[in-house]
């Protein structure tokens, strides 16, 4: 038995394994395999918390992008709503301003209409008078005439303006 090789590997096994329990080395081995399960145990914690805190951002970045669609387009529904109104606005200033300009330039053709009545009026009048004052003359005497003349002239011009 002594000189069986098989015998001394065994021998040799059981001193390793005596001296490895002696040194505590499954211990050692146990607290290493610990303490990496611990590591890897923390460093899932630490990614499962920033996954949720990803989430978490991931949402409020939805909920804000949601919320800035819905003022974009408050802001564009505004935005249409004071065109609308300035367009109205613009047209109705422009109604107003062509009636305006209509009716001043009717007023002046009014004007124009009535001067230029009073002016055939008058050159009638004149011409008239004109007309009247030879009749008169060639059918008078100058004297007699004259001053018959000028007092229809003065009654004619009283009535007629």
């Not at 909920?63 to 003022?71: G, T």
């Not at 009716?103 to 209409?113: F, G, M, S, T, V």
Request: aromatic share 4%; glycine share 4%.
């Amino acid at each position: 038995m002594l000189s069986n090789p098989t015998f001394w590997v065994g021998v040799a096994f059981l001193c390793f394994i005596g001296i490895l329990i002696y040194f505590k080395v499954p211990g050692m081995i146990t607290k290493l395999l610990d303490d990496r399960a611990e590591a890897i145990r923390s460093e899932l914690d630490e990614a499962r918390r920033l996954r949720e805190e990803a989430q978490a951002l991931l949402s409020e970045y939805q909920r804000k992008q949601q919320e800035a669609e819905k003022e974009a387009e408050a802001i564009i529904a505004q935005a249409k709503r004071e065109a609308e109104a300035l367009t109205a606005e613009t047209k109705a200033s422009l109604a107003e301003t062509l009636a305006r300009r209509t009716r001043i330039a009717e007023d002046k053709i009014k004007r124009a209409e009535a001067q230029a009545m009073a002016e055939v009026r008058s050159a009638a009048v004149d011409a008239s008078m004109a007309a009247a004052e030879r009749l008169v003359r060639e059918r008078m005497g100058t004297d007699a005439s004259t001053s018959v003349i000028e007092k229809s002239i003065r009654e004619l011009k009283g009535k007629l303006n």
